[in-house]
């Protein structure tokens, strides 16, 4: 069964629309991401326009991360403090990101723009997340050989130059006592680029807590999800009033396969390792990428498009 999108100008069938909801929902749950970076271009492979992709997916984040974080919070692995901060600053780059977003629209350039970045930061974020996750999985490994339980906690107060900054703040939860400026910066910059390419920012934002600011990875993934919700829909709004790019019917299809897949993914992911997860996640982060990067080599199917202006 299809059903005709108004925004998109196309027919979708039902039951796709439900799977890549579904399995973007699973992802968000299980990494902690808004699941953005796969559920968008996912869309703009199957013809949807990019314009309208990456604004009506932000509804979708919304839903699914919804889901998700309320599954971490029931088990006390939200740090509710710190992703306050992190929503805070990340409104303000929510509504820079969709400004930058109307106008590379009306220059006719957004396509080209999302392409590109998509490739560059799938491409860094899944190299490094992958990288540092199987050294991770190698210095337990020889650990286990040497008859160790567990690898020595890394000291948690004497890390770089990020742990000297001014303007500290305590953040319980986490157990860390840092400067709040870090985190707004990191709030606003992965907000902006998460509203400006469609994505939750959440594969960018969790190796950032964790590898950065040196969050545990028993609350990054919960207060990530909380984090998304809170900007996501931030940018839902702002992507309506400002480019009218948000196609509902398409946000309501992806919602309903999102929700139930995030459940799914919180579920699983109990029963995997930290770095088992973040190995996965680079090596999605970095299929996605490769993908964009294919396409902007290869020459598209036809060279000329007919399309009629006006009424």
Same mark, same amino acid.
């Given at each position: 069964?299809?059903?005709?999108?108004?925004?998109?100008?196309?027919?979708?069938?039902?039951?796709?629309?439900?799977?890549?909801?579904?399995?973007?929902?699973?992802?968000?749950?299980?990494?902690?991401?808004?699941?953005?970076?796969?559920?968008?271009?996912?869309?703009?492979?199957?013809?949807?326009?990019?314009?309208?992709?990456?604004?009506?997916?932000?509804?979708?984040?919304?839903?699914?991360?919804?889901?998700?974080?309320?599954?971490?919070?029931?088990?006390?692995?939200?740090?509710?403090?710190?992703?306050?901060?992190?929503?805070?600053?990340?409104?303000?780059?929510?509504?820079?990101?969709?400004? +930058?977003?109307? $106008? #590379? %629209?009306?220059? &006719?350039?957004?396509? =080209? !723009?999302? @392409?590109?970045? /998509?490739?560059?930061?799938?491409?860094?974020?899944?190299?490094?997340?992958?990288?540092?996750?199987?050294?991770?999985?190698?210095?337990?490994?020889?650990?286990?050989?040497?008859?160790?339980?567990?690898?020595?906690?890394?000291?948690?107060?004497?890390?770089?130059?990020?742990?000297?900054?001014?303007?500290?703040?305590?953040?319980?939860?986490?157990?860390?006592?840092?400067?709040?400026?870090?985190?707004?910066?990191?709030?606003?910059?992965?907000?902006? +680029?998460?509203? $400006? #390419? %469609?994505?939750? &920012?959440?594969?960018? =934002? !969790?190796? @950032?807590?964790? /590898?950065?600011?040196?969050?545990?990875?028993?609350?990054?993934?919960?207060?990530?999800?909380?984090?998304?919700?809170?900007?996501?829909?931030?940018?839902?709004?702002?992507?309506?009033?400002?480019?009218?790019?948000?196609?509902?019917?398409?946000?309501?299809?992806?919602?309903?396969?999102?929700?139930?897949?995030?459940?799914?993914?919180?579920?699983?992911?109990?029963?995997?390792?930290?770095?088992?997860?973040?190995?996965?996640?680079?090596?999605?982060? +970095?299929?996605?990428?490769?993908?964009?990067?294919?396409?902007?080599? =290869?020459?598209? @199917?036809?060279?000329?498009?007919?399309?009629?202006?006006?009424?």
């Amino acid at each position: 069964m299809e059903v005709y999108l108004p925004i998109a100008e196309m027919p979708i069938g039902v039951l796709m629309g439900l799977a890549m909801g579904g399995c973007v929902g699973l992802i968000s749950g299980l990494f902690g991401v808004g699941g953005g970076f796969l559920l968008t271009p996912l869309l703009i492979f199957s013809g949807i326009p990019p314009s309208v992709a990456v604004a009506s997916v932000t509804p979708q984040i919304v839903a699914s991360s919804t889901s998700g974080a309320l599954a971490y919070f029931r088990r006390g692995q939200v740090d509710l403090k710190l992703a306050g901060i992190l929503i805070l600053s990340g409104s303000f780059g929510a509504i820079a990101g969709a400004e +930058l977003f109307a $106008l #590379l %629209g009306s220059l &006719g350039q957004l396509t =080209l !723009v999302i @392409a590109i970045s /998509y490739t560059v930061f799938l491409a860094t974020i899944g190299g490094l997340t992958l990288f540092e996750s199987v050294r991770a999985m190698m210095r337990t490994r020889a650990a286990e050989r040497r008859g160790e339980t567990a690898l020595p906690a890394r000291n948690g107060g004497t890390h770089g130059w990020i742990h000297r900054l001014p303007l500290k703040v305590r953040f319980r939860r986490s157990r860390l006592f840092i400067s709040i400026l870090p985190v707004i910066g990191l709030g606003f910059t992965i907000s902006f +680029l998460g509203t $400006l #390419l %469609g994505i939750g &920012g959440g594969f960018i =934002l !969790v190796p @950032a807590l964790i /590898y950065l600011l040196k969050v545990p990875t028993s609350v990054v993934v919960g207060t990530s999800l909380l984090q998304i919700v809170g900007v996501m829909a931030v940018a839902t709004v702002m992507h309506s009033v400002a480019s009218q790019s948000v196609d509902a019917v398409l946000a309501f299809i992806l919602m309903l396969g999102g929700v139930f897949g995030a459940q799914v993914g919180a579920s699983i992911g109990r029963s995997l390792r930290g770095e088992q997860l973040r190995a996965l996640l680079g090596l999605l982060v +970095l299929a996605v990428g490769a993908r964009f990067a294919l396409n902007l080599v =290869l020459p598209p @199917a036809s060279l000329f498009a007919v399309t009629v202006v006006g009424p």
